[in-house]
């Protein structure tokens, strides 16, 4: 590594150096010293690492505020080599469409907005949507519904899809919707686990954001890509939950999130392809010949699943909108990319441009207080990327323009600007930014305005499209409101053009070779394009004006002007600028490489072309250089850490001291770059061309870095107290992520560079790179990494590649891109030897060639060895390789090794002559690059491509001594996957034909091939490799035929070692010949090691041989023998007595107790023994009940009743302890885990607590004995500590009574322990047991088997797999000591790879699988559901558990037991499928996870029965292995070699510990001596024992994943379960544990409604006009809306009250542990079987008030959680509607068994009644002894309401509604109007009949 220097520019500071001048400005102090980046080989030969020098020290004590005017900036640069980094990876892969899973599960919804509601959910993924069932009548539903989508598409693409929560109100006719709730998929793959679990999404109405927070959603949504494994959360409904603490939103985002404006602003654009590329206009162009037409352009903006666009401009390739698009949204936004599309619109179809993504982190911060930034950009240009300009429409076309894959060509840029603006309230207080636009009408709304609405092209600056109609397409069809707003924007002020500055690039065209013969035939060109410049087949329209000048173009953001001396090479002063172009090549035709017929060179022997490309850019080089020191920090830093996990991989020392010096040189080029952007925020803090994102920007890097020297700090201060290298290499990775993410500017200044290989007028490969890494600066930190530096490039076709190298050409370029006034910089970096050619170009100009001065012959020795971990390219599994090696003109292949994927290839390749331009010293240091590539060969057709790799040669000239080169590993990489690596040596020898010096001869062998010489070959040393055979599994079918005689060969550095073979691998699968052995030649380097390849070949008839499959294995440092440590000398001088079982039942019942002097009876302890205190926890107290159920009840010695607490188990009055009291207890216990800081100490330091409490002090005295509470469990006591310890269990006076009681209550406090009743545990794991014991792999490690053709994809090795070798490893190093000593021990039949291995024979087990429960299954119907059912597989045993499937159901409880026997090997294999049962056709496979159960029998760990927490004889805690826990640590013993456990009382002595605790209790007053508890707690720690711990298997619940063959790699759910194996000949183990799942239990809840108050009238009389409302009151509870039930009405309450006494009886069913009611019904009338569902025990009581002829009145609600209401008020006064919101006294129902009160009802939050009910809990059996009647109805009846006589219905007594209504009050009136009337009657009878009466006695007289 060539050392670099520190230099410290000062400015007008003094010097803290003596005898420096420091008064001249400008003058550089130099500190030259080691470099602190090494590379891993000065590391690896121990070159060691100077501490930072005292530059960083005067660097810390200067102080930048007080010197405004100057500035000390230490810099730390990149070596200044002449070439740039070395990358070994020449081609990257194409991005594919890949797999993709969504699962969401709605839980529960509440505080819903709406009055009597029936809500469903509507999830919506792009164009999918599901929907969940609809629940009626509640604001608070509860779902508990699982829903998958499935994608398949590119990962661009997917991410930014939107997932759409929508609560829709479901009517008969129509839907409305309540509120919706948006996140992208990114956001959600970026949180832990790529999931939010229980989360509560925030509904809003984006439409009108007014109205605030709708309601909560309850979910949780997991992404997953293949090989991602979702971890189940738990599905609870609490009604205590605080719903603001636990939103769906990431980490760190504020609860409560304001309304804000996104507002795009675009300008303009320029440089847009000119041609229209339409499909019309490809017509045009095949009929005419010509296309002419021109482009009509707009832009679309995509945000969040709502899209915006522009008007179209017509016919214009530089069009003006000045419009802006406005997107309301929540801020901060839960989306992560803002998408800006560039359109031609089209009559047969619009065509996409280009694509630009705004990445809203980059732009924005999301600290808090004035640390942080709104997401800000511009006004400034972004660049548009896509396919070729002139290229026609194809399939690439349409995804690169899309912005999917890498664009190949620039395509124009965009002026624009983004501004985000809060809303301070909703719609109501509008912002001046609100006042100021106004909305337009949406004219068509996909696109815009229709054809005659756009506006014409030529509109001027600020005038087109400006005032044009234009509109936003709503994504969803729900409402208009949802679409982006459209409106004019003032255009920016004019940009001055004297801002522009024209810039150069320059370039020259070192070498050119690896062409492909194809395109070779004629005459090739290279082009150089920056933009539209340089393009050669479209120039840009208008030629690049001369820069202004260079007074003004300086600006002093720019790094400062170097005083370093101008290049002789060009003349002229800095203003000559250059003015002319040559951006191509002049063609020259390539000519066939020498050795190699495929590819092709150029003679750029001794001229190498140039060109250079003249670019008018504006000047923001500012923002460049910024990102340049930046990377040139993250360069360094990411050196040292890499050099550091370099020699942490090796195990070699200094990794620790290496690291940290990286971390403290990182913190010094941060601190350099705080100060520099501070110093230039102060001298540009008024700049005008300084945008605020600049600002900001600056600042948040020095926010950041300031933020990030702290974390350096903190990582190595504290391990250097913890240590630990892994550790801090994780830190410094995440480190490396953060400043890596503030390199990238996200304002575009420039576009990428493009170089293209043209040939016959065509575009064939090209290679893109960014014009930031070619920026020159005069300030060495601010340059471009490859600014002045010859690059390697591989040149790549455009669009799709093929799996083959698709590299079209290699070239070495030398670049450097800057200001024109900086030309005369522009071959200053150049390789000495080279000069300029100046014929015919004036001075000032670029020159158009540089000559090479001198050229050197040079030979190249390419030393093939040998490789490994190649790609398999053949049906076998195998590849016949070959490696052809390329440098410059000259190639090389060496010999095809057949059928390996290890070759040893032991070759010496001969490059002769090559001729090397430029300065030796130039070719010492910097050799040209030498290409490798790897094929296999096929007989028929061509080589298939399997990797590549780039090595540099080392360099020996003749005028040194010569030294062998060392042989070296290089990565292979075959596109991004990786394809082995290379062990080669590459060396360049100078050759000069008049010197005495010679290279060294090679040796030659038959065929004119050379070997690698033997001082290059690594130095062997014989190693001895043992191998234990084990057995064959799992073998598939090889060419149709099954595999009968298997055998294995072990290959490895030549040699072969066969296994013995298998006679017939179905009776036994096992090798008859357990171990052997082979002497191997092996490098004495153990990182040379060659690799070991497993193949297994099947004999068959004949002697025919077929190959079954192999397996590499590259690094065999995992198989050096380590030998085991000593086993503890025997300290006891007698054999232990044998313990005899106590009479009767060796687990004490209750109340036993250690006896009198149980521990002043211990006797002394020899000086080797520790002591090793092991506290007893209470007897489990199944024991208890159990005995108290049977009829012993026995009396409790220090019992104190106020220990009794209610408990779940209580409310269900009967108490019932089984496993699933365990089983939720341990869940709880987990939960509680996960939610506190420290689960793990809590929990060791908790049975501890009355130890460390009463003895800490006195501890604490010693000082031989530190306590924490993190080892307190682990606590160890010396032989002289004894005393102490009997001080700490007898503390002071007080009597060991008083002593006990007080721990007693000391435990009941114990907040963790829940109720008093403790209850014994199991270990949950979250995944699978083989994830936390190592795959078991501690006694054998299993090999996968593959044959075929190896798959393009990562991972995708299913298909390939045909079998697993079980075997093992022992590697060591051969002495002539220990050689006789293995001679004898291979006679003797003793190895050392099977010490510790059981015998291979058959073993006959017992087998118990329990299957609990299964959860996200994934659905199987198409309703969304599935019927699991649980099918077990081992062997030839299948057992189908059909018969009991559980319908509808996706996380089922199975409950279920299976038992079987096996014989191990031949039934080893036990799969686990769940399917889904269907009544027509088969039942279809949901997913499957498979066991090696042998590896778990015979592991160290004892897989076979987990150890429960307590020991227990009978009970839901019993037992279950068939050994004692004694007689397991006694088999223990005798298996690890130790010496039998000695059993006294009190204490146990296993291997030089002796393990204290209770053995002697108390039964029937009678002392009783039993190891068994004392025995287990042994067993759980033993892991301590020296030599031979290990940490034994729990008892268990594993949680295993299932898989899909047809879905690979994808999550289908979880299985929980655990697998228990007993050998038969020993003991049988006890009854299998019943885990059949709870019957819920009947209960009926009595209901009575006595009255009602203060309900509010509705209905209004048309004839009083008085408020009345006709009361009634519905109930029911959830998920039981079958059995809704109703009072009778109370008629025409004039005041609210209503008086019913009506009595609602709901019988359900119900489970105490799980808190759920359990409804059973038909989905529907089609279906065949019940679901099963689960949900909260809630009651609704609602009251209505009845109308007649028209739809009821929804007059008020209340739901009433019966786990937790609030108490009733005992009057109607007291009754407020504030009782269901404050936090007053809650009861559950279950505990009260019967509540009465007052409760209020609430519409909208507002009291609208008040209800008297009284609740009666009972049991079914309770409910049959005392039945009653439902309403009023015997028996027991409610007596009749006493209701007012106005209480009745108009319909059905319309007399009584007239009596009441009118008569009495108009009464009177009505009496008066008869009187009248009959008085006017008897008028009218008197007036019509008198005067015929006058008449008649007129006549009759």
């Given at each position: 590594m060539v050392p670099f220097q520190r230099e410290i520019h000062r400015r007008g500071s003094s010097s803290a150096v003596p005898g420096v001048k420091a008064d001249l400005p400008g003058y550089r102090v130099l500190f030259p010293e080691k470099c602190v980046w090494v590379s891993s080989m000065c590391a690896c030969a121990g070159g060691e690492v100077e501490a930072p020098s005292e530059a960083s020290a005067l660097l810390q004590g200067e102080n930048w505020e007080d010197q405004p005017g100057t500035s000390a900036v230490r810099t730390r640069i990149i070596p200044n080599n002449k070439r740039a980094k070395l990358k070994t990876c020449i081609q990257k892969s194409e991005g594919r469409p890949q797999s993709f899973q969504i699962c969401i599960n709605i839980t529960e919804a509440r505080q819903l907005v709406g009055e009597n509601i029936d809500p469903s959910v509507l999830l919506e993924i792009g164009d999918e949507k599901k929907q969940t069932s609809v629940q009626e009548g509640t604001n608070a539903p509860f779902y508990n519904e699982y829903f998958v989508f499935e994608f398949f598409a590119y990962k661009e693409v997917f991410f930014d899809k939107v997932i759409k929560l929508t609560v829709m109100h479901s009517k008969m006719l129509r839907s409305f919707s309540v509120g919706s709730f948006k996140v992208d998929v990114w956001t959600v793959y970026r949180q832990p686990g790529h999931q939010f679990t229980n989360k509560w999404a925030m509904l809003t109405n984006p439409g009108d954001i007014s109205t605030g927070v709708r309601g909560y959603v309850k979910c949780d949504i997991s992404v997953s890509a293949k090989g991602d494994a979702v971890k189940p959360g738990p599905k609870a409904s609490d009604a205590e939950e605080q719903i603001d603490k636990n939103l769906l939103v990431p980490e760190g985002f504020p609860s409560e999130r304001p309304w804000a404006r996104f507002c795009v602003k675009v300008y303009r654009a320029e440089g847009l392809p000119r041609n229209n590329s339409s499909i019309m206009a490809n017509v045009t162009k095949a009929f005419i010949g010509d296309n002419t037409a021109l482009i009509d352009p707009y832009v679309e903006v995509s945000f969040f699943k709502r899209v915006g666009r522009t008007s179209t401009q017509k016919s214009t390739a530089e069009p003006a909108w000045n419009e802006q698009i406005v997107f309301t949204e929540m801020f901060p936004p839960l989306c992560q990319r803002l998408k800006i599309q560039v359109w031609d619109e089209g009559s047969m179809g619009d065509v996409a441009i280009g694509t630009h993504y705004f990445d809203l982190r980059r732009i924005s911060n999301e600290q808090d207080g004035d640390r942080g930034f709104l997401p800000t950009f511009g006004p400034a240009w972004i660049n548009l990327y896509g396919s070729v300009r002139n290229g026609s429409i194809g399939d690439d076309t349409v995804e690169l323009n899309e912005g999917i894959g890498e664009g190949v060509s620039y395509r124009g840029r965009v002026y624009m600007e983004l501004a985000v603006e809060i809303l301070s309230g909703g719609s109501g207080s509008e912002s001046k930014l609100g006042r100021m636009l106004k909305p337009s009408k949406d004219a068509k709304a996909g696109k815009g305005v229709g054809k005659d609405g756009k506006t014409p092209a030529g509109g001027g600056g600020g005038g087109g499209g400006a005032g044009a109609a234009a509109g936003g397409a709503a994504d969803d069809d729900k409402g208009k409101a949802a679409a982006a707003e459209v409106l004019p924007v003032e255009s920016p002020p004019a940009l001055d053009a004297d801002n522009n500055e024209t810039f150069l690039l320059f370039g020259a065209l070192f070498e050119a070779t690896m062409i492909d013969r194809k395109i070779g035939d004629k005459p090739i060109s290279f082009e150089f394009s920056i933009g539209n410049y340089g393009n050669v087949l479209e120039p840009p329209e208008k030629p690049p004006p001369r820069s202004p000048s260079p007074a003004f173009r300086r600006r002093a953001l720019d790094a400062p002007v170097s005083a370093t001396p101008t290049s002789p090479l060009l003349l002229g002063e800095p203003a000559d600028a250059p003015t002319t172009s040559r951006s191509s090549t002049p063609p020259q035709r390539p000519l066939i490489v020498e050795g190699n017929r495929y590819y092709m060179h150029l003679p750029l022997e001794k001229q190498k072309p140039c060109i250079s490309v003249l670019s008018n850019w504006e000047n923001r080089a500012y923002r460049l250089h910024n990102s340049n020191m930046l990377d040139n920090i993250a360069v360094l830093f990411e050196g040292g850490v890499a050099s550091a996990a370099e020699l942490h991989r090796k195990s070699e020392p200094g990794a620790e001291h290496l690291l940290e010096t990286a971390l403290k040189e990182f913190c010094a080029d941060a601190r350099s770059f705080v100060a520099a952007a501070e110093a230039k925020l102060k001298a540009e803090g008024k700049s005008s061309y300084l945008t605020q994102l600049d600002r900001k920007r600056l600042t948040l890097c020095r926010q950041e870095l300031e933020s990030m020297i702290g974390d350096a700090r903190s990582v190595v201060e504290r391990k250097r107290k913890a240590g630990g290298v892994k550790e801090m290499l994780q830190h410094a990775t995440k480190l490396k992520q953060k400043i890596r993410f503030l390199v990238e500017e996200p304002q575009h200044t420039v576009p990428d560079v493009f170089v293209w290989l043209l040939s016959n007028n065509k575009r064939i490969a090209y290679a893109r790179l960014s014009a930031r890494d070619l920026l020159y600066s005069s300030s060495r930190e601010a340059r471009g990494i490859h600014c002045g530096k010859i690059i390697t490039l591989f040149l790549k076709p455009p669009g799709k590649r093929v799996a083959d190298l698709s590299v079209q050409a290699q070239v070495d370029v030398y670049l450097w891109y800057g200001s024109s006034s900086d030309s005369v910089h522009m071959l200053d970096d150049l390789p000495a030897g080279f000069s300029a050619a100046t014929g015919g170009a004036a001075s000032s100009r670029p020159p158009a060639a540089l000559l090479c001065a001198e050229q050197h012959a040079f030979q190249l020795r390419c030393h093939m060895y040998q490789a490994r971990g190649l790609i398999a390219a053949d049906t076998s599994g195998l590849s016949d390789p070959f490696a052809r090696v390329t440098c410059l003109s000259h190639s090389q292949t060496t010999n095809v090794i057949s059928q390996t994927l290890s070759p040893t290839w032991n070759q010496c390749l001969l490059m002769s002559r090559l001729l090397l331009g430029g300065d030796l010293q130039h070719v010492w240091k910097e050799p040209p690059r030498v290409l490798v590539e790897v094929y296999d060969d096929d007989a028929l057709g061509r080589a298939e491509y399997l990797g590549a790799t780039v090595v540099v040669p080392e360099v020996r000239l003749a005028s040194d001594p010569y030294a062998p080169p060392t042989l070296e590993y290089s990565p292979i990489h075959c596109g991004s996957l990786p394809g082995g690596d290379l062990l080669a040596a590459f060396e360049l020898l100078q050759m000069q034909e008049s010197a005495e010096w010679s290279p060294p001869a090679l040796e030659k062998q038959e065929g004119g091939i050379y070997t690698v010489p033997a001082n290059i070959r690594p130095v062997l040393s014989t190693f001895r490799l043992e191998v234990l055979f084990w057995g064959m599994r799992e073998l598939k079918k090889v060419q149709l035929l099954?595999?009968?005689?298997?055998?294995?060969?072990?290959?490895?550095?030549?040699?072969?070692?066969?296994?013995?073979?298998?006679?017939?691998?179905?009776?036994?699968?096992?090798?008859?010949?357990?171990?052997?052995?082979?002497?191997?030649?092996?490098?004495?380097?153990?990182?040379?090691?060659?690799?070991?390849?497993?193949?297994?070949?099947?004999?068959?008839?004949?002697?025919?041989?077929?190959?079954?499959?192999?397996?590499?294995?590259?690094?065999?440092?995992?198989?050096?023998?380590?030998?085991?440590?000593?086993?503890?000398?025997?300290?006891?001088?007698?054999?232990?007595?044998?313990?005899?079982?106590?009479?009767?039942?060796?687990?004490?019942?209750?109340?036993?107790?250690?006896?009198?002097?149980?521990?002043?009876?211990?006797?002394?302890?020899?000086?080797?023994?520790?002591?090793?205190?092991?506290?007893?926890?209470?007897?489990?107290?199944?024991?208890?009940?159990?005995?108290?159920?049977?009829?012993?009840?026995?009396?409790?010695?220090?019992?104190?009743?106020?220990?009794?607490?209610?408990?779940?188990?209580?409310?269900?009055?009967?108490?019932?302890?089984?496993?699933?009291?365990?089983?939720?207890?341990?869940?709880?216990?987990?939960?509680?885990?996960?939610?506190?800081?420290?689960?793990?100490?809590?929990?060791?330091?908790?049975?501890?607590?009355?130890?460390l409490s009463d003895g800490i002090?006195?501890?604490?005295?010693?000082?031989?004995?530190?306590?924490?509470?993190?080892?307190?469990?682990?606590?160890?006591?010396?032989?002289?500590?004894?005393?102490?310890?009997?001080?700490?269990?007898?503390?002071?006076?007080?009597?060991?009574?008083?002593?006990?009681?007080?721990?007693?209550?000391?435990?009941?406090?114990?907040?963790?322990?829940?109720?008093?009743?403790?209850?014994?545990?199991?270990?949950?794991?979250?995944?699978?047991?083989?994830?936390?014991?190592?795959?078991?792999?501690?006694?054998?490690?299993?090999?996968?088997?593959?044959?075929?053709?190896?798959?393009?994809?990562?991972?995708?090795?299913?298909?390939?797999?045909?079998?697993?070798?079980?075997?093992?490893?022992?590697?060591?190093?051969?002495?002539?000591?220990?050689?006789?000593?293995?001679?004898?021990?291979?006679?003797?039949?003793?190895?050392?790879?099977?010490?510790?291995?059981?015998?291979?024979?058959?073993?006959?087990?017992?087998?118990?699988?329990?299957?609990?429960?299964?959860?996200?299954?994934?659905?199987?119907?198409?309703?969304?559901?599935?019927?699991?059912?649980?099918?077990?597989?081992?062997?030839?045993?299948?057992?189908?558990?059909?018969?009991?499937?559980?319908?509808?159901?996706?996380?089922?409880?199975?409950?279920?037991?299976?038992?079987?026997?096996?014989?191990?090997?031949?039934?080893?294999?036990?799969?686990?499928?769940?399917?889904?049962?269907?009544?027509?056709?088969?039942?279809?496979?949901?997913?499957?996870?498979?066991?090696?159960?042998?590896?778990?029998?015979?592991?160290?760990?004892?897989?076979?029965?987990?150890?429960?927490?307590?020991?227990?004889?009978?009970?839901?805690?019993?037992?279950?292995?068939?050994?004692?826990?004694?007689?397991?640590?006694?088999?223990?013993?005798?298996?690890?070699?130790?010496?039998?456990?000695?059993?006294?009382?009190?204490?146990?002595?296993?291997?030089?510990?002796?393990?204290?605790?209770?053995?002697?209790?108390?039964?029937?007053?009678?002392?009783?001596?039993?190891?068994?508890?004392?025995?287990?707690?042994?067993?759980?720690?033993?892991?301590?024992?020296?030599?031979?711990?290990?940490?034994?298997?729990?008892?268990?619940?594993?949680?295993?994943?299932?898989?899909?063959?047809?879905?690979?790699?994808?999550?289908?759910?979880?299985?929980?379960?655990?697998?228990?194996?007993?050998?038969?000949?020993?003991?049988?183990?006890?009854?299998?544990?019943?885990?059949?799942?709870?019957?819920?239990?009947?209960?009926?809840?009595?209901?009575?409604?006595?009255?009602?108050?203060?309900?509010?009238?509705?209905?209004?009389?048309?004839?009083?006009?008085?408020?009345?409302?006709?009361?009634?009151?519905?109930?029911?509870?959830?998920?039981?809306?079958?059995?809704?039930?109703?009072?009778?009405?109370?008629?025409?309450?004039?005041?609210?009250?209503?008086?019913?006494?009506?009595?609602?009886?709901?019988?359900?069913?119900?489970?105490?542990?799980?808190?759920?009611?359990?409804?059973?019904?038909?989905?529907?009338?089609?279906?065949?079987?019940?679901?099963?569902?689960?949900?909260?025990?809630?009651?609704?009581?609602?009251?209505?008030?009845?109308?007649?002829?028209?739809?009821?009145?929804?007059?008020?609600?209340?739901?009433?959680?019966?786990?937790?209401?609030?108490?009733?008020?005992?009057?109607?006064?007291?009754?407020?509607?504030?009782?269901?919101?404050?936090?007053?006294?809650?009861?559950?129902?279950?505990?009260?068994?019967?509540?009465?009160?007052?409760?209020?009802?609430?519409?909208?939050?507002?009291?609208?009644?008040?209800?008297?009910?009284?609740?009666?809990?009972?049991?079914?059996?309770?409910?049959?002894?005392?039945?009653?009647?439902?309403?009023?109805?015997?028996?027991?009846?409610?007596?009749?309401?006493?209701?007012?006589?106005?209480?009745?219905?108009?319909?059905?007594?319309?007399?009584?509604?007239?009596?009441?209504?009118?008569?009495?009050?108009?009464?009177?009136?009505?009496?008066?109007?008869?009187?009248?009337?009959?008085?006017?009657?008897?008028?009218?009878?008197?007036?019509?009949?008198?005067?015929?009466?006058?008449?008649?006695?007129?006549?009759?007289?």
């Open positions: 099954s595999v009968d005689r298997p055998q294995v060969f072990i290959e490895c550095a030549g040699k072969t070692l066969r296994s013995s073979v298998i006679q017939k691998y179905k009776s036994n699968p096992n090798f008859p010949t357990l171990v052997d052995a082979i002497e191997l030649e092996l490098p004495e380097n153990e990182h040379l090691h060659p690799p070991l390849s497993i193949t297994v070949v099947d004999w068959r008839a004949f002697g025919r041989s077929t190959l079954v499959g192999n397996h590499v294995i590259n690094n065999l440092k995992a198989f050096k023998y380590a030998p085991p440590p000593a086993l503890p000398a025997p300290t006891q001088t007698h054999r232990p007595p044998k313990v005899t079982e106590p009479p009767g039942p060796s687990t004490p019942p209750e109340g036993l107790c250690p006896s009198a002097g149980d521990t002043t009876m211990t006797p002394p302890l020899t000086d080797p023994d520790f002591l090793i205190t092991v506290e007893e926890d209470a007897p489990p107290p199944e024991e208890q009940l159990g005995k108290k159920r049977a009829g012993e009840a026995r009396s409790t010695r220090g019992r104190s009743t106020k220990r009794k607490k209610r408990t779940i188990a209580d409310e269900s009055a009967e108490c019932v302890i089984d496993w699933w009291s365990k089983y939720y207890a341990s869940r709880d216990k987990r939960a509680k885990q996960d939610g506190s800081p420290f689960p793990q100490v809590f929990d060791k330091a908790l049975p501890y607590q009355g130890l002090d006195s501890l604490g005295k010693h000082s031989d004995i530190r306590v924490t509470a993190a080892n307190v469990d682990r606590l160890v006591i010396p032989t002289s500590c004894v005393e102490i310890f009997c001080l700490v269990t007898r503390v002071g006076g007080e009597p060991d009574g008083d002593k006990r009681k007080k721990q007693k209550g000391r435990g009941t406090l114990d907040p963790n322990l829940g109720p008093a009743t403790k209850l014994a545990t199991l270990e949950l794991y979250s995944k699978e047991l083989e994830a936390e014991f190592a795959s078991f792999n501690d006694w054998v490690n299993t090999y996968e088997l593959f044959r075929g053709k190896a798959n393009e994809e990562e991972g995708a090795t299913e298909g390939r797999f045909v079998g697993k070798f079980k075997g093992r490893f022992c590697l060591y190093k051969m002495s002539e000591d220990n050689a006789q000593d293995s001679d004898q021990d291979t006679d003797g039949g003793d190895f050392r790879v099977s010490r510790g291995i059981p015998p291979n024979g058959l073993v006959q087990v017992l087998v118990r699988v329990y299957i609990v429960s299964a959860s996200n299954l994934h659905p199987a119907d198409p309703d969304g559901k599935a019927d699991p059912y649980v099918v077990l597989r081992l062997g030839k045993n299948e057992i189908k558990d059909r018969d009991n499937y559980i319908p509808k159901q996706l996380n089922p409880v199975f409950g279920r037991s299976f038992e079987m026997q096996a014989t191990f090997p031949l039934e080893s294999l036990l799969s686990v499928a769940v399917y889904d049962h269907d009544l027509v056709g088969g039942d279809d496979l949901i997913g499957e996870t498979r066991i090696d159960l042998e590896n778990r029998f015979y592991s160290r760990h004892r897989a076979t029965c987990g150890l429960p927490t307590e020991y227990s004889l009978d009970g839901y805690n019993a037992w279950r292995d068939g050994l004692k826990p004694s007689e397991l640590l006694s088999k223990l013993c005798r298996d690890h070699g130790l010496e039998e456990p000695l059993f006294r009382p009190g204490r146990i002595s296993v291997a030089d510990k002796v393990f204290v605790g209770k053995t002697c209790f108390v039964h029937e007053d009678e002392p009783l001596e039993s190891y068994e508890h004392l025995s287990l707690k042994v067993l759980q720690r033993w892991a301590e024992i020296p030599a031979v711990g290990c940490k034994l298997v729990p008892e268990h619940i594993e949680t295993r994943t299932l898989f899909n063959k047809d879905r690979p790699g994808m999550d289908q759910g979880q299985v929980q379960m655990w697998v228990d194996m007993f050998p038969m000949d020993l003991p049988p183990p006890g009854p299998s544990v019943d885990i059949s799942p709870r019957k819920p239990k009947g209960y009926e809840l009595r209901i009575i409604i006595w009255n009602t108050e203060d309900v509010i009238l509705e209905d209004s009389s048309f004839l009083t006009g008085q408020q009345s409302s006709d009361i009634y009151i519905k109930g029911w509870l959830k998920g039981l809306e079958d059995d809704r039930q109703e009072t009778d009405v109370h008629y025409n309450s004039l005041t609210g009250e209503g008086n019913f006494n009506w009595r609602f009886v709901f019988p359900f069913s119900y489970l105490p542990a799980e808190k759920v009611i359990v409804v059973s019904k038909k989905e529907h009338i089609f279906s065949l079987d019940k679901s099963e569902q689960k949900l909260p025990a809630i009651l609704s009581l609602q009251v209505w008030d009845f109308e007649t002829l028209s739809s009821d009145d929804f007059l008020g609600t209340v739901e009433l959680d019966l786990h937790g209401f609030p108490r009733g008020a005992k009057t109607a006064k007291l009754c407020k509607a504030d009782m269901l919101t404050e936090g007053t006294e809650r009861i559950s129902i279950f505990q009260q068994k019967r509540a009465r009160g007052w409760w209020p009802f609430a519409k909208c939050g507002e009291l609208t009644g008040k209800v008297e009910a009284e609740f009666h809990l009972l049991t079914a059996e309770e409910a049959e002894k005392n039945c009653v009647g439902r309403a009023r109805k015997e028996p027991e009846p409610l007596p009749k309401p006493n209701r007012p006589d106005t209480s009745f219905s108009w319909f059905v007594n319309p007399f009584k509604c007239f009596f009441h209504l009118v008569w009495r009050s108009y009464k009177k009136y009505i009496i008066m109007a008869l009187v009248l009337l009959i008085g006017a009657l008897f008028l009218a009878l008197l007036f019509y009949t008198l005067p015929g009466a006058i008449s008649q006695k007129i006549v009759n007289g």
